[in-house]
């Protein structure tokens, strides 16, 4: 009964291919994310929905487009892979309250992209 | 240009003594302050928070010490456990954007026993 889960948990392609990275959580949360976790290890948000939503949009690459579907299910899609996309990829979820302060993100385990 | 940043990239502390992991933030707009404990193929999990009205938050073994001033926050674990070895990431962000968490580059701690 994974809380935040995602597929594939590798994923190995090559430049200029397309990829989708899927997430789904099942706890009923209303707010999910992306972040990519570079090589220097830093992550960094690279979008947030918020009822299907788009939120949080940072400055990433136009070949990336988040789709979410529904609430449970935020899937990101890759055009035209390049070497530097190479990251671990993390989803995570949280519930919109009204409250100061960020909303406690429960983290999916992260999928690792290698572009060769 | 990193705002929030680890500096020390790994700690290694004995087990039952205390761990102090630091991190300082550069961007005067953080309000909100959270560390999150991350184990090796699994993702990041919340630990512990503090708001910028505050300047400590204890939660049982952890303690979360806020130097505004200084812009500067650590995170002091006692005792030391041997599951508590993983890599730690800071976090802040802004009140009028709460859930755009900005992370450090992470502290991996090492637990002997």
């Known amino acids: 009964d994974t809380a935040v889960s995602q597929t594939p948990k590798y994923l190995v392609t090559q430049m200029g291919n397309d990829k989708s990275i899927k997430c789904e959580q099942n706890?009923?949360?209303?707010?999910m994310y992306w972040y990519k976790q570079d090589s220097k290890k830093f992550l960094k948000i690279m979008f947030s929905?918020?009822?299907?939503?788009?939120?949080i949009n940072e400055t990433v690459p136009n070949r990336f487009s988040p789709k979410s579907p529904d609430k449970a299910h935020l899937n990101l899609h890759i055009n035209s892979l390049e070497l530097g996309d190479s990251a671990v990829y993390f989803c995570?979820?949280?519930?919109?309250?009204?409250?100061?302060?960020?909303?406690?993100?429960?983290f999916g385990p992260g999928t690792r992209l290698t572009v060769t | 240009d990193q705002q929030v940043k680890q500096n020390s990239p790994s700690l290694s502390v004995q087990e039952g003594r205390i761990s102090i992991l630091n991190c300082d933030y550069t961007?005067?707009?953080?309000?909100?302050f959270l560390w999150y404990k991350k184990y090796p193929a699994e993702g990041p999990t919340f630990l512990i928070s503090?708001?910028?009205?505050?300047d400590k938050n204890e939660d049982g073994r952890f303690t979360v010490f806020l130097n505004k001033s200084a812009k500067h926050l650590s995170l002091h674990i006692v005792p030391s456990q041997p599951g508590d070895s993983a890599v730690y990431f800071c976090?802040?962000?802004?009140?009028?954007?709460?859930?755009?968490?900005?992370f450090g580059g992470g502290t991996r701690l090492m637990v002997k026993p």
């Open positions: 961007n005067s707009m953080f309000d909100y």
């Open positions: 929905y918020n009822n299907k939503e788009l939120i």
């Open positions: 976090a802040a962000s802004p009140s009028n954007a709460g859930n755009m968490l900005t």
């Open positions: 706890l009923g949360h209303d707010t």
């Open positions: 995570a979820s949280s519930q919109w309250t009204w409250r100061l302060g960020p909303d406690e993100q429960y």
């Open positions: 503090i708001s910028s009205i505050k």
